[in-house]
């Protein structure tokens, strides 16, 4: 019998590799597939004026029908769309460290980081790195990693994408109601911008969603906390679906 299919989209200037630890804790249930979303990886730079719905149909073709969408930050808002807007494709949604409906001073803070990373992107790596990373266990390899992951990026392609991940959250808002597929919104205790706060905020916009903080951790739960991550989402698809 074939595994059922896993698919991890990661999150705004990364690329497929972040999710290494978790594709290897979950490659004994589940075929994982691993996309770098239009813009990242080894993709072409993202166009100005690309849109949540490019970054989403941009890997729809990897997908197959009735996989298990895990998003990770900007990765969240794609599966989100994705859940929405492709009937059939998802089996459930996994949000990993997502926004949700930003408040007006939480929409200004990512839009003064967007024009930081305008106008410094070196300043705005070492910020991401701080705000990721500043007070963990993470080894020094994944940071150095993460470090150099970022300072590759075509700058005007990453500001193009960050620009959706500003934005995308007040788009999906109203549409919320409308994804139906059992849903998991989680994120780290002490995650300063994907907040404990919206992970609420998503649980109760979903239908049918749980919510799961996981204490003393920031927002890159797929380096961070690897295993706690994968514990939490096949806890939940296995209360939702027999595999």
Known sequence: MSKPAMVLLHGVGLDHTVWEQVADLLADRYTVITPDLPGHGA???APAGTTLADLSEGVVGEIP?????VGFSLGALVAQYLALHRPGLAATLTSVSSVCRR???ERAAVLSRLQTAQTDFEASTAASIGRWYEGTEVGLEWVRRTREMLAGNDIASFVHC????????????PALG????????????QDPGSTPEMTHRLASAL???REVIIPNARHMLPVERPRELVDAITTFIGEHVHV
């Open 103 to 105: 408040t007006e001073a």
């Open 65 to 69: 029908p009735g996989s298990h969408l």
């Open 43 to 45: 993709r072409p730079p």
């Open 178 to 189: 409308g994804i139906t597929v059992p849903a998991l919104a989680v994120t780290g205790g």
């Open 207 to 209: 239908p049918d969603c």
């Open 162 to 173: 960050y620009h959706v991940f500003a934005t995308a959250d007040a788009e999906l808002a």
